[in-house]
């Protein structure tokens, strides 16, 4: 079964820290991954996906198809990166994004 | 700001009554979604359009159902055998499939009196 998994329903950290918000996945195929971001009081939107290989506000993601995962890092944490992030696999069935359960980030000055 | 506009913005329903969520795009996106955003849980997927008047089931379509009359609408009804319906719930859209950027309206949240 194709299924997402965000371990950490919440992550704390302090500005300036380095932030890893991990990301696992199930799926038999060649998968598609994406991390998607929800600032307080704004529509989710993209954050990043595996294939463009780019580093968006200082984030990247590296797919680690041996241990099937999709972390989301950054090095130094800013405030402003206080939110709620989910990541998602695209099954390739019919366009069906599957996200995980989401972890919510909070930075602290 | 245009995009893809989700109306009300907070509804309330009844024992046995049956309420339609507004979902409405001026991206001429060919795909649209509806998901369910519960604490903890993340967003599952109810129902999903790949074109006009053509929809499928997602993981939770149990007591929900759409229609995909016009490109750009893509309404659900929660019924009355839904029984857990409170929820906040969130129509996106996307260009084609789910390889493209999905694009997410600003949610209804959806409560029981």
């Known amino acids: 079964a194709q299924r997402v998994t965000q371990p950490e329903k919440l992550l704390s950290v302090f500005k300036g820290a380095p932030v890893e918000l991990k990301c696992n996945y199930s799926y038999s195929g060649s998968p598609e991954l994406f991390w998607y971001v929800q600032y307080s009081r704004q529509r989710l939107q993209l954050l990043l996906r595996?294939?463009s290989r780019e580093s968006i506000k200082g984030f990247t993601a590296d797919l680690n198809k041996g241990e099937t995962s999709f972390h989301l890092k950054k090095p130094f944490a800013q405030e402003e990166d206080s939110a709620m992030y989910y990541c998602?696999?695209?099954?390739?069935?019919?366009?069906?994004?599957?996200f995980g359960q989401g972890t919510e980030l909070s930075v602290k000055p | 700001d245009g995009g893809i506009t989700q109306s009300p913005k907070y509804l309330f329903r009844k024992e046995g009554q049956n309420v339609t969520l507004s979902c409405e795009q001026n991206l001429n996106h060919d795909a649209m979604y509806w998901y369910r955003q519960d604490p903890g849980q993340g967003l599952r997927l109810i129902y999903y359009?790949?074109?006009?008047?053509?929809?499928q089931k997602g993981d939770i379509a149990e007591g929900y159902s759409v229609s995909r009359e016009k490109k750009e609408s893509f309404p659900l009804t929660v019924t009355s055998a839904q029984k857990n319906p409170t929820a906040f719930y969130l129509c996106?859209?996307?260009?084609?499939?789910?390889?493209?950027?999905?694009?997410f309206g600003s949610g209804t949240q959806l409560s029981v009196l």
């Open positions: 595996h294939i």
């Open positions: 996106a859209s996307s260009i084609a499939g789910g390889r493209e950027k999905l694009f």
């Open positions: 998602a696999l695209n099954n390739n069935q019919g366009g069906k994004l599957i």
């Open positions: 359009s790949q074109i006009v008047n053509d929809f």
